[in-house]
């Protein structure tokens, strides 16, 4: 799903004025809030989905029930069922009333549709994922100033739809000969090669995170750190990023190198393993 992570900015809706109408909302709220540029963010983190709605953030697993206050204070019971790009959210009120909103994702575009069982209607809200271009085509009347905090402060997000995604190992090519070459002794390779490690990139300003099994890893581009690696092993590590490949390459005391070029695309990784103590070349594969 491309769509996680992006800002997904409110553009105009049908009939949602009538719903919230149904829902006992004073005209003059229902006016303020048809009027808002509201923005959605959805994330994902292992079977975790967050999602970031105007000023609010709720975490959710699918199927889930859990205890929710939505405005003024009042509760409710909510649901979320993940289903393929649709996600589909279920508040239950103590007087019985309920209130169901379908969010229907693509790249670009997210509809949402609502219903409540206190109104025959159907309502819909329309968004666009934000751009700078976005942006620019919205503020071009000179309001630059808040153009820019907009722009900024929403943090748009890179092109690169894999940060955030869960990336789980499917295969490996000689990965056995690049771990021998090293010295790892044969049970642990073979205990190595069967686990289905999983692997998430995440970028925060010019800071990545990367969580490669129970190991995380923050980093900044081209900046060398200290890094414990296998048994307690010392290197010095760097990171480079080079458009959709993040190459790895460890310095150890003893001389040796050991590299990992990681090749993302929206659901597959390839990673390519090398070192200097070996004249072959590894490929772990992984997919979302």
Not at 82 to 104: A, C, L, M, N
Not at 143 to 166: A, C, E, H, I, N
Not at 185 to 205: F, H, M, R, V, W
Request: glycine share 6%; charged share 25%.
């Amino acid at each position: 799903m491309s769509y996680f992570g992006k800002t997904f900015t409110f553009e105009k809706h049908e009939k949602f004025d009538e719903f919230l109408a149904a829902l006992g909302v004073p005209k003059d709220n229902i006016d303020d809030f048809c009027s808002q540029k509201a923005t959605l963010v959805l994330e994902k983190n292992g079977d975790t989905y967050t999602q970031k709605y105007m000023n609010k953030t709720t975490s959710f697993k699918s199927g889930v029930e859990f205890d929710e206050t939505v405005r003024n204070g009042v509760q409710s019971k909510t649901t979320f069922v993940v289903e393929g790009d649709t996600i589909t959210q279920t508040q239950k009120f103590p007087e019985g009333r309920t209130i169901t909103f379908k969010k229907q994702f693509s790249d670009n575009k997210l509809v949402v549709t609502a219903t409540t069982s206190a109104w025959d209607g159907v309502a819909y809200r329309y968004y666009s994922a934000l751009t700078a271009t976005h942006w620019r085509r919205q503020y071009s009347c000179g309001d630059y100033k808040r153009y820019f905090v907009l722009l900024f402060d929403l943090k748009v997000p890179d092109k690169m739809s894999y940060f955030g995604k869960t990336f789980t190992f499917e295969k490996h090519e000689k990965f056995d000969e690049f771990l021998a070459a090293l010295g790892v002794p044969k049970e642990k390779i073979d205990e190595i090669c069967s686990q289905k490690a999983t692997l998430i990139l995440e970028k925060n300003g010019d800071t990545y995170t990367q969580k490669l099994l129970n190991k995380t890893t923050s980093f900044q581009p081209g900046v060398e750190l200290d890094e414990t690696v296998g048994d307690g092993h010392q290197c010095k590590s760097t990171f480079v990023v080079e458009g959709d490949t993040v190459t790895q390459t460890q310095k150890f005391q003893d001389g040796r190198t050991i590299t990992f070029k990681k090749q993302f695309s929206d659901n597959k990784l390839v990673v390519t393993a090398t070192n200097s103590a070996w004249d072959g070349v590894a490929y772990r594969y992984y997919s979302a």
